[in-house]
């Protein structure tokens, strides 16, 4: 059984607070969005995973997310599964950050790494008092979009504070070859690759790369690289580029194959999705 309580939901802002009494991990599949995410874990038997990191959670664990890692709980046990999260552009921090000095937990550090956070990081408002704040038993929509932008300002300064105070030796190293290979492929994300030319740059065979990337983040390598492909392009066509633009930026180089994986990734063609976006 499921209970979601005071969800507020825009395509720039999301915030909900949800509970699965017994949590089917066929619900938690690995998956990316082109926003950052603050997730709060109140309780329950969840690991976390972002990109080939693993994170045993605790109660006070805070993850997060920037756009486009790879991330998905995973459920080791069936106990009530609690936690909060919130999800926002960067257009959120237009008139507070224009600087955008409140992301650096997020954007300074490698993929995939040093995502977590605990209880004893912070040393002045409670995060999850921040995270109650953010709901609110009220119908209107104005009053709980204030409700968690006046909560979030204040939970990313603290972030801000904690991912300061950690410093450079609490960051983990990342120079693993999965590591490299994953730091690679973002990189040349949207350029002309194939598992070919990764497999030659690293000097390993595909079907090695293929056992590596599988190994890490539960899918192919060439799977991981769509899905980073396809999520990008549609947070280009939901913020006005053309469905054919999207495609090329992007990195694919047929329509065809790119529709109809848009189709089957997000049930809409990218033409519809385009025109949808732009009746809001």
Same mark, same amino acid.
Request: proline fraction near 5%.
């Given at each position: 059984?499921?209970k979601?309580?005071?969800?507020?939901?825009?395509?720039?802002?999301?915030?909900?607070?949800?509970?699965?009494?017994?949590?089917?991990q066929?619900?938690?599949?690995?998956?990316?969005? +082109?926003?950052?995410? +603050?997730?709060?874990?109140?309780?329950?038997?969840?690991?976390?995973?972002?990109?080939?990191? /693993?994170?045993?959670? $605790?109660?006070?664990?805070?993850?997060?997310?920037?756009?486009?890692?790879?991330?998905? %709980?995973?459920?080791?046990?069936?106990?009530?599964?609690?936690?909060?999260?919130?999800i926002?552009?960067?257009?959120?921090?237009?008139? +507070?950050?224009?600087?955008?000095?409140?992301?650096a937990?997020?954007?300074?550090?490698?993929?995939?790494?040093?995502?977590?956070?605990?209880?004893?990081?912070?040393?002045?408002?409670?995060?999850?008092?921040?995270?109650? @704040?953010? /709901?609110?038993?009220?119908r209107s929509?104005?009053?709980?979009?204030?409700?968690?932008?006046?909560?979030?300002?204040?939970?990313?300064w603290?972030?801000?504070k904690?991912?300061?105070?950690?410093?450079?030796?609490?960051?983990?190293? %990342?120079? =693993?070859?999965?590591?490299? +290979?994953?730091?690679?492929?973002?990189?040349?994300?949207?350029?002309?690759?194939?598992?070919?030319?990764?497999?030659?740059?690293?000097?390993?065979?595909? =079907?090695?790369?293929?056992?590596?990337?599988?190994?890490?983040?539960?899918?192919?390598?060439? $799977?991981?690289?769509?899905?980073?492909?396809?999520?990008?392009?549609?947070? /280009?066509?939901?913020?006005?580029?053309? @469905?054919?633009e999207?495609?090329?930026?992007?990195?694919?180089?047929?329509?065809?194959?790119?529709?109809?994986?848009? $189709?089957?990734?997000?049930?809409?063609?990218?033409? $519809?999705?385009?025109?949808?976006?732009?009746n809001?």
């Amino acid at each position: 059984m499921n209970k979601y309580r005071n969800v507020y939901e825009t395509p720039e802002l999301f915030f909900h607070h949800a509970i699965d009494e017994q949590p089917d991990q066929a619900k938690f599949q690995m998956h990316i969005h +082109i926003h950052y995410e +603050i997730y709060y874990f109140v309780s329950g038997d969840v690991h976390y995973l972002v990109e080939n990191s /693993e994170y045993p959670l $605790k109660p006070g664990s805070i993850l997060l997310m920037r756009p486009m890692e790879y991330h998905m %709980a995973k459920i080791i046990s069936d106990g009530r599964y609690d936690r909060y999260d919130v999800i926002f552009s960067e257009g959120m921090l237009d008139f +507070i950050d224009p600087g955008r000095r409140l992301l650096a937990p997020f954007l300074s550090r490698p993929l995939g790494k040093d995502n977590i956070y605990t209880p004893g990081d912070f040393s002045g408002t409670d995060p999850l008092e921040l995270f109650k @704040a953010m /709901e609110v038993d009220d119908r209107s929509p104005e009053i709980k979009r204030m409700a968690v932008l006046a909560n979030l300002y204040p939970l990313l300064w603290e972030l801000r504070k904690a991912f300061a105070g950690k410093g450079e030796s609490g960051r983990q190293d %990342a120079g =693993s070859l999965t590591d490299k +290979i994953l730091r690679y492929m973002n990189r040349h994300l949207f350029d002309d690759i194939s598992i070919e030319s990764i497999s030659e740059h690293f000097y390993v065979s595909p =079907s090695y790369l293929h056992r590596l990337i599988k190994d890490a983040v539960g899918t192919s390598a060439w $799977k991981y690289i769509t899905l980073k492909r396809l999520s990008a392009a549609r947070g /280009e066509i939901q913020s006005g580029v053309a @469905a054919t633009e999207a495609c090329r930026k992007c990195g694919f180089k047929d329509y065809s194959a790119f529709y109809r994986a848009y $189709k089957k990734r997000y049930g809409i063609s990218p033409a $519809k999705d385009e025109i949808s976006n732009l009746n809001r």
